[in-house]
């Protein structure tokens, strides 16, 4: 159920994702992040939801998964400038079965300023795994976002693992559950990285938010 395709430029999200995408910043702690500039677009979600897979497949390239995965980094927000127009921020994965408590707290206050005191943070793709739906985290997280007044949409991944009768009530879950939350995007993109399903839908979404470019 992704937004209605006469809605969706296809063409403006195949052109913005073609461009460069340059790692800026890693910030840890609040104090490090970057200036304010361009239109953000955020990525949160579980680890080993498939969040790199996705903005793999997203930009084409294995940049900003490979500088979020180094060790050292996997903790911090990870700022990519994409063409000028628009910045991608690779947020952690939750789920800390091996992290410290002291680095959660951290982590969650860093996470907290930053959802919180980002005016350019137009949108969080809050993604989801099709094979488990929403789970207990991604509501805890849903409630941050919608108390922080961020705009969130949620990105159903590895929709290939999933029977299409399966994934329909799946979606149908999600969509119902989404329309009690204040600040979410009532529209969810259904994708799969390595089909390569949504992938064209959810560029278009994105370019829309991005900054104009030089042929717009
Ligand atoms: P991350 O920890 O959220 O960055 O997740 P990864 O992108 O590293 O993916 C975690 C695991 O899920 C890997 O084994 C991927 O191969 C697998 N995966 C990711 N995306 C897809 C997908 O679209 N379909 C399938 N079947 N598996 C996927």
């Given at each position: 159920m992704s937004a209605p395709d006469e809605e969706l430029d296809i063409e403006a999200g195949r052109r913005l994702f073609t461009q460069e995408c340059r790692f800026v910043a890693g910030a840890e702690r609040s104090e490090a992040l970057p200036p304010i500039g361009l239109p953000e677009i955020a990525f949160a979600g579980r680890s080993n939801v498939g969040k790199s897979s996705l903005v793999n497949a997203l930009t084409g390239r294995t940049t900003?998964?490979?500088?979020?995965?180094?060790?050292?980094?996997?903790?911090?927000?990870?700022?990519?400038?994409?063409?000028?127009?628009?910045?991608?921020?690779?947020?952690?994965?939750?789920?800390?079965?091996?992290?410290?408590?002291?680095?959660?707290?951290d982590w969650s206050g860093l996470i907290e300023r930053y959802l919180r005191g980002r005016p350019t943070l137009r949108r969080v793709c809050l993604l989801i795994d099709a094979r488990h739906g929403a789970m207990a985290v991604d509501r805890g997280f849903m409630e941050r976002m919608d108390a922080a007044a961020v705009s969130y949409q949620a990105v159903l991944t590895k929709s290939d693992k999933v029977k299409p009768a399966e994934l329909q009530e799946r979606i149908a879950a999600l969509a119902a559950e989404l329309a009690q939350h204040v600040a979410a995007h009532p529209d969810l993109i259904v994708t799969s990285a390595h089909a390569g399903t949504g992938i064209p839908e959810l560029r278009a979404a994105l370019a829309a938010l991005?900054?104009?470019g030089q042929f717009d």
């Open positions: 900003l998964a490979r500088v979020s995965h180094t060790p050292g980094r996997t903790q911090q927000l990870n700022f990519f400038d994409l063409g000028g127009r628009l910045v991608l921020v690779d947020m952690p994965g939750f789920g800390f079965a091996r992290a410290a408590k002291r680095k959660i707290k991005a900054a104009p």
